[in-house]
């Protein structure tokens, strides 16, 4: 089917002006371009653009952990007290719970994380070594309650995450699918056009021993790491113990730069399952623990990564691979009486594009003047822009612009237009 959308009933137009309290970038250009609107502090609305990007995200996320051979689930966002006291972390974990409660007075978490839930139905499915490696993952709302949440979609108090875990029989299969599953991660943040160096971090309140945080390099970044350029040493600043200005590893002096955290990867070993019991039988006919990883990746957080990294003083620039839609078709009349026939011309090219499979917005307002409209498709950011004017009309050509470059050129309007989007 045809996907072609008209910018005149586009559900959340860009904004003349980025809302006030849209302290960063990513959170500003998101906005005024019309892709996310902020319902409560760290509670947004994706609109249509913003859900095609995110949907592009998801796509790669879930090939990615497929070809993992990972098993898709999905687990409840409401969870009973009950179940978070078997761990411990009703009361202890940071940031505190979202709770509700039922009208029988009964108490419920609103999942910030799913490791109870998870190892719950660990303990009733797995129960011999035959069974594993098992991994499982969701692409699932989180609830976090967040002191102080500000920062767009950096730092929310509900978003969409994609969690991962993996149950082994012993730990150097859990550090055998931990190395699996960060080249995967590595890959996810490569095709979403960001390059993001894993280094050493602390477990938190997820616990475990070793984890991983996969960073951003960004001097807006609220994060600090520190970096070896000798040996390729990374970690949080946070993580390291004592002096952090020289490598634990080779003892050259280390770097600190500030990022942006993009997702988390956690070896838990047999935390939650011995406070869960949660144990299969051994080849030997012995009982032990499960042993557990789990793999976190915020998908709002990550959109809003893109931004931060891929963006000029004229808007969004996106990558082809997560833009949400590949070709913005404007049609920009002269003044002259002609607009009517751009238009058609625009609406006709639109439509032939989309029957060709490319994704298509096109800007068929009436009441955006020509100069509004190559601002907001420099906002929205989409990778080619293609323009219908008189003069176009007029030498049977176009004019096309890649987003990531400067110049509009004049092209034939028919062939070589496909050969260049095809390009
Ligand atoms: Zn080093």
Redesign the pocket.
Known sequence: MADLVRQSHLFGAPLREPPKDAEILSHRLLAQGGFIHQLAAGVFSLLPLGVRVHQCIEQIIREEMLALGAQEILLPSLQPKALWEETGRWTTIDPPLFTVKDRHDRLYALAPTHEEVITDLARTYLHSYKQLPVLVFQIHTKFRNEQRPTGGLLRTREFTMKDLYSFHESEEDLREAYERVKRAYGRIFQRCGLKAVPVSAASGSIGGTVSHEFVILADQGEDRVAL?S????GAKVEALEGKADR?P????T?DVKNCIEGGHIFQLGHTYSDKMKAQITRADGKKSPLIMGCYGIGLGRLLANVVEASHDERGIVWPASIAPFQVHVLDVGDGAGNERVTKAAAGALALELADEGFSVLTDDRDDASPGEKFADADLIGIPWRVVISPKHLTNNTVGLKRRSEGEERAVPAKESLRDALAG
């Open positions: 070896c000798s040996c390729g040493f490598c590893s080779c003892g050259h280390l």
